[in-house]
């Protein structure tokens, strides 16, 4: 069944005239869901109008399977869709505020060597109302409200490639941005992409104001071809093609994801390759000891290790961070514990 969510307050303000409801009635429903509520929990619609809603929408997108609370106060969400499938997000707390790690697919067909992701495939894209139920449910499960948010930032960096969805991705973004809504502005918004260059490119025609975060993880094509396969659809010449281009439309600075793994793609030759293809570009790089995905056999490299990367990247002028660790003893890492829980329930 569809979900309201998926719609905007004037599409919700035709849905209330064609059941034979007051065009008031769907700023009553639109603030209810808003706030996370299911249908049947918003207090002032009638019993009546409820049960009509019902007949065409569901009560919920989603609802709360696991939630797991990290020593360090990340917090991980595993939800069920009304189709029974599982999906799942963190919330991690910064000095600048809470940002929350939503999906957009269940599962990914990407096949990085390094993501639990992956490992079952792609069961269906999420549409933009299910993307944005995440930020709803736990806006309201932190205490938050439309006029105080406890989601602050997003990132699109949980099960599944953002630019593989790409039609609900960027309604996601419209209706979560939204003046009506929860309106969280789209400069606090980050999508991460494995490198999907064509759909870079038609994204920079939006002219958006989301951060472009590459999840690039080597500094050469055939060090990428081993560990990341949509590499052998797209060069690294290619999306650094398609990255200067979304520059140069928005004028973002663009954001690197590197995961450092060990023995693979951390060491100060790789360092200074990914200088070469960085320098000259407004970037910044963001260096991740690799959390382990048991099922993928790959060790991350030690924090030691990683700040040298970093200081020889800083060296060469490139703006570089470590990533701080956060939710590794709640399987924080993307895919984890979705990947645990299907494999218990099998």
Do not use: W
Not at 196 to 211: G, S
Not at 313 to 332: C, Q, W, Y
């Amino acid at each position: 069944m569809n979900n309201l969510l998926n719609y905007t307050l004037p599409e919700i303000e035709e849905i209330c005239l064609r059941l034979g409801e007051k065009k008031f009635r769907a700023k009553q429903l639109f603030e209810g869901i808003y706030q996370g509520k299911a249908i049947s929990e918003i207090s002032n619609i009638s019993k009546e109008f409820k049960e009509k809603l019902l007949t065409e929408f569901v009560d919920t997108p989603i609802k709360l399977h696991t939630k797991l609370v990290g020593k360090d106060g990340t917090i991980k969400y595993v939800y069920q869709l009304a189709d029974g499938n599982i999906i799942e997000g963190v919330l991690m707390s910064y000095s600048y505020g809470n940002t929350l790690c939503v999906s957009t697919q269940v599962g990914c067909r990407m096949g990085c060597k390094f993501c639990a992701s992956t490992l079952g495939g792609l069961i269906r894209n999420l549409s933009a109302g299910e993307i944005l139920a995440q930020v709803l449910f736990v806006n309201r499960d932190n205490g938050g409200d439309l006029k105080n948010r406890k989601v602050t930032n997003i990132v699109l960096m949980g099960s599944g490639e953002p630019l593989d969805n790409y039609d609900n991705v960027i309604k996601f973004f419209s209706l979560v941005s939204s003046e009506n809504g929860i309106n969280i502005s789209q400069r606090n918004i980050s999508l991460s992409t494995c490198g999907l260059a064509d759909k870079i490119k038609e994204m920079a025609e939006l002219n958006l104001q989301i951060t472009l975060t590459i999840s690039l993880h080597a500094p050469n094509d055939q060090m990428r071809k081993e560990i990341m396969p949509i590499a052998n659809k797209y060069s690294i010449e290619k999306l650094m093609e398609a990255v200067k281009y979304y520059f140069n439309k928005t004028k973002r600075r663009i954001v690197f994801e590197y995961s450092l793994i060990s023995g693979k793609n951390d060491t100060f030759a790789c360092a200074d390759e990914l200088f070469n293809l960085l320098k000259g570009l407004s970037c910044h790089v963001n260096l991740i000891p690799l959390n382990e995905v048991k099922e993928r056999g790959m060790q991350g490299t030690n924090r030691k290790k990683a700040y040298a990367f970093m200081a020889r990247l800083e060296k060469n002028g490139i703006s570089s961070t470590v990533r701080r660790t956060m939710g590794a003893d709640i399987e924080g890492a993307c895919g984890q514990l979705r990947a645990k829980i299907l494999k218990d329930e099998n």
